[in-house]
């Protein structure tokens, strides 16, 4: 086995088991002091940095997409857009969860957070497996990447813990954790072909766009927009640093 079919193969796997870490233990392990009373502003500041991530890598991942993308027949609408159509998708049902949850804040749903739950198990599924067969390859990229969507993670976790109770804590985070290697899994058999990946790759951007906009920010009055613009600021010059 050489040594890039070895990282071709684990690669995926080590960052499934980093995902699955943070949310089986992230919301249990105490904060130094220091971190502890700032935890709300290095939320906003992970916000920033995966978002910045989307626009300055992930973005342009889904342009080449759109190019490559021929599935057969005629299609309306064609091709390029079902992509961007897949990216709307995510951030549009990720919004419509947003909402669901603050309306339900006042009236505990199990149902409800259940439902909820369920559909960030895929997600974090889906962010596992594209890992895969994403276009970019490279030590740097899958380093990016691993950063960008642990600390993405990281605050989605926060952010489940706040709207979601004991009742994530206790089993929610597990559950999370398992979605990540289960998408590992799948993507191991390699059982979803490329037109479908590429569709499912434009869900997974827009998803992150509306998770860093609207699960992984505080509330608007506990919001912290400084650490948050540094965030976008920092990362996107480390991204641009890699070519």
């Known amino acids: 086995m050489t040594h890039e079919s070895f990282a071709d193969q684990f690669e995926p796997l080590a960052l499934a088991l980093l995902f699955a870490a943070i949310f089986a ?129 990281y605050a989605l976790d926060y952010a489940l813990g706040r709207d979601l109770g004991p009742s994530y804590r206790s089993g929610g985070g597990f ?7 289960f998408g590992w899994a799948i993507g191991a058999t390699g059982a979803v072909g490329r037109p479908v990946m590429l569709l499912l790759f434009g869900f997974v951007a827009g998803a992150v766009i509306a998770n860093s906009l609207i699960e992984e920010l505080p509330d608007v009055a506990e919001a912290r927009l400084g650490p948050f613009i540094v965030g976008c600021l920092l990362y996107s010059l480390v991204l641009m640093s890699f070519g």
């Open 25 to 153: 233990f992230a919301g249990r392990v105490r904060l130094p002091p220091a971190l502890s009373r700032r935890e709300r502003g290095l939320v906003s500041f992970f916000a920033g940095l995966s978002l910045s991530y989307v626009f300055v890598r992930l973005l342009p991942e889904i342009e080449t997409a759109k190019a490559s993308l021929q599935l057969p027949g005629r299609l309306w609408p064609s091709e390029p857009y079902l992509v961007s159509l897949a990216a709307l998708g995510g951030c549009v049902l990720f919004f419509i969860l947003s909402l669901l949850g603050e309306n339900d804040r006042a009236e505990r749903s199990i149902l409800r957070d259940r439902v909820r739950l369920g559909i960030f198990a895929f997600y974090v599924a889906l962010v596992s497996y594209s890992r895969i067969a994403m276009v970019e390859h490279g030590e740097v990229p899958a380093l990016a990447f691993a950063v960008a969507m642990g600390t993405h993670f």
């Open 175 to 181: 559950a999370l954790a398992g979605a990540s290697l």
